[in-house]
C-alpha cells in the first residue's frame, strides 16, 4: 500500500532511477505556490512521505520560493516555525504527524494536503493548523488526489468512515469503525 501511495505522488519515491520522470502533482502544486506567493499569500504543505517534501522543497527551491521545513527530525522547530511566521518564509512544507497538532500558523490562508491520510481527524487537524483564534482571512484548502490510484479508493474509504461516523454521533446506528479486512482488500480491486 506504501508503494502504491508513493507512485501516486512520484515514481521516484520507489525508485530513483525514475527521478526524471517527475510528478504531476510537484507540477500542479508549483504552479498554484507560484501565483499566490507572487500575490502576496502564504501556504502550509502537507504530506505524509518526508521524501516527498524534500522533493517538493528542491522545486522550489529552483523556482525560488522560500521555504520552512518541518518533520519528526527536525532539531530546532521553534526556529523554523518563527521563520514561517515571521516572513522569511512563504510556503511551510510540514510532515502530517510532525505538524499535525500544537501549532498555530494563521500567517496562512492557503493550505495544500498532498496525498490523503486513512484517518480524516488527523488530515482535519493538520488543515486546522491554518484556522485557529486569529486568522482574519479566508483559508482556501485544496487536497490533491491522483484520480485513478490507490489515492481514489483512500478517499473513498474515508468517506465511508466518515459516514458511519456521522450516524453513530446522529444516533443512527453503531459499529465499528475500524478498517475491515474488505476494506483492505478493496483498495486492491
Known amino acids: 500500500l506504501t508503494t502504491l501511495r508513493q507512485l501516486a505522488l512520484d515514481p521516484a519515491l520507489t525508485d530513483p532511477e525514475h527521478a526524471g520522470v517527475g510528478s504531476a502533482k510537484i507540477d500542479v502544486l508549483v504552479d498554484h505556490l507560484v501565483e499566490i506567493t ?6 502550509l504543505v502537507f504530506s505524509t512521505f518526508t521524501g ?15 521555504t520552512a521545513y518541518l518533520d ?15 516572513g522569511e518564509a512563504s510556503v511551510f512544507l510540514i510532515s502530517l504527524k510532525a505538524g499535525g497538532v500544537g501549532l498555530t500558523l494563521t500567517e496562512a490562508d492557503y493550505v495544500f494536503v498532498l496525498d490523503p491520510w486513512w484517518n480524516p481527524a488527523a488530515e482535519a487537524q493538520a488543515v486546522d493548523r491554518a484556522h485557529r483564534i486569529g486568522q482574519s482571512r479566508t483559508v482556501m484548502v485544496y487536497r490533491l488526489v491522483s ?14 468512515k466518515a459516514a458511519l461516523f456521522a450516524r453513530v454521533i446522529d444516533g443512527e446506528g453503531a459499529g465499528s469503525s475500524a478498517v475491515t479486512a474488505d476494506d483492505i482488500r478493496a483498495l486492491f480491486d
Request: a positive charge; proline letters at 0%; glycine letters at 6%.
Open 38 to 43: 507572487a500575490e502576496g499569500h502564504r501556504a
Open 52 to 66: 516527498f517534501l524534500r522533493r517538493v522543497r528542491d522545486r522550489l527551491d529552483r523556482e525560488a520560493i522560500s
Open 72 to 86: 519528526g527530525t527536525t532539531r530546532r522547530r521553534g526556529e523554523v516555525i518563527d521563520a514561517f511566521r515571521t
Open 147 to 160: 484520480s485513478e490510484t490507490i489515492e481514489d479508493k483512500v478517499m473513498a474509504l474515508k468517506e465511508r
